[in-house]
């Protein structure tokens, strides 16, 4: 009898630990940022450090956070600069966060432009890492012009999956063609729209006033 009670006792316990494991889950935060490097866009980095430093500040133990540059062929992991789960242990989270900046640090000081922007590789490179990390809520910034230039033989005409996925385009700026006909800058940003959302992305947004918009980066919700 000892015995059962002492089974039940076991499994309860076990049930109890994996419910609270699927609950810390569910609420925590998941960030794949691509950073465009090409052409003059490189130049905006220091407006990218401002996100990272808004995303390491806000974002808790258990969440995930990755950076990745944009370049000729982005659909790849040695593209990724920096990338970490944050430590339940908030002393080790803080220590990971440092050694996260110090990356991105060393990172900026170096980037140089890329000739072409395969924005679909990087994208289709953070929903792996994404799905593969698991988190509660996943977003993907995209921190570029939008303006996809791919090289020779490069193929991203076809169908992308971004199932349960958050995406943010920051800081869309506009090119000289855009100037001289603002319905190629719209339509730009009207494609993307409707690809991700077809893709299965539960939520495009577009955020280009970053000193006062930063906190929709985030789903905190």
Known sequence: MKSCKHWLLAGLLLWLGLSGCADNRAHTNGVYLL?????????EIGKARKIINYLLANLNSGDSLAVARVESKSFSEKDIVA???FDRRPSQANLEKRAFNQ???AFAKSVRGSAYTDITG????AAEYLNEANPG????IIFSDMQEELGKGTVRDF??????IRIVALNVTKLGTDNADPRIYLDRL???EARVRQAGATEWVMVNDLENNMESILNTR
């Not at 809520?137 to 993907?140: E, F, G, L, V």
């Not at 169908?159 to 349960?164: A, E, S, V």
């Open 137 to 140: 809520n996943k977003t993907i």
């Open 190 to 192: 009207a494609r993307w």
């Open 159 to 164: 169908p992308i999956k971004l199932d349960g």
């Open 103 to 105: 990356k991105i640090d």
């Open 122 to 125: 990087g994208v289709i490179q």
């Open 35 to 43: 950073l465009d490097t090409s052409g003059s866009y490189a130049q």
């Open 83 to 85: 990338k970490v789960t």
